[in-house]
T-cell receptor, first 113, second 114 residues
């Protein structure tokens, strides 16, 4: 199947680290993505990782990929109130005729001041 | 500026009416997509198009129709056959190929049936 699963909600205090988890089922996926959605808006790409990498760091963001367990995580260091949003992971399966992405259900991150 | 534009931002429709949502991109992307977003269900793919004059059904195409007469435009029509059309609709576009093909999203259209 092509289901991508995420927990629905995460609450953290400002200044703490946030870790958002994602489990995907298509082991052939070549690229995995993290998107952020603020209220009433579209999705913005935060970062992505290629399947031959284990980790990618970009300023406050760290992506970890465990291909054996098909597990992807996004760590946000020093979480700020402006980080409050819904975070979606997405996978791009290898093969097939399209480049369409399969999205997870989204995790609502609430940052408490 | 390059980007993807959806209009209108809010749309109200009476039951039994068809309505068309606009999506335009100037990113020169070959592929375009329509997603529907409902609370707690993430994004579900309605239709996608990889090239002009061609499109395929996604996971929830029933009650929707699309056209792709120009590379830049991919309008979505929500027909009266769609049983529960109230939702947030997102349009996206991407390049084609084997490399990174991240999707770029519009700001969405919120459709409400009254």
């Amino acid at each position: 199947g092509e289901d991508v699963e995420q927990s629905l909600f995460l609450s953290v205090r400002e200044g703490d680290s946030s870790v958002i988890n994602c489990t995907y089922t298509d082991s052939s996926s070549t690229y995995l993505y993290w998107y952020k959605q603020e209220p009433g808006a579209g999705l913005q790409l935060l970062t992505y990782i290629f399947s031959n990498m284990d980790m990618k760091q970009d300023q406050r963001l760290t992506v970890l990929l465990n291909k054996k367990d098909k597990h992807l995580s996004l760590r946000i260091a020093d979480t700020q109130t402006g980080d409050s949003a819904i975070y979606f992971c997405a996978e791009r399966p290898r093969g097939g005729a399209t480049n369409k992405l399969i999205f997870g259900t989204g995790t609502l991150l609430a940052v408490q001041p | 500026d390059g980007g993807i534009t959806q209009s209108p931002k809010y749309l109200f429709r009476k039951e039994g009416q068809n309505v068309t949502l606009s999506c335009e991109q100037n990113l020169n992307h070959d592929a375009m997509y329509w997603y529907r977003q409902d609370p707690g269900q993430g994004l579900r793919l309605i239709y996608y198009s990889q090239i002009v004059n061609d499109f395929q059904k996604g996971d929830i195409a029933e009650g929707y129709s699309v056209s792709r007469e120009k590379k830049e435009s991919f309008p979505l029509t929500v027909t009266s056959a769609q049983k529960n059309p109230t939702a947030f609709y997102l349009c996206a576009s991407s390049t084609q190929g084997q490399g990174n093909t991240e999707a770029f999203f519009g700001q969405g259209t919120r459709l409400t049936v009254v």
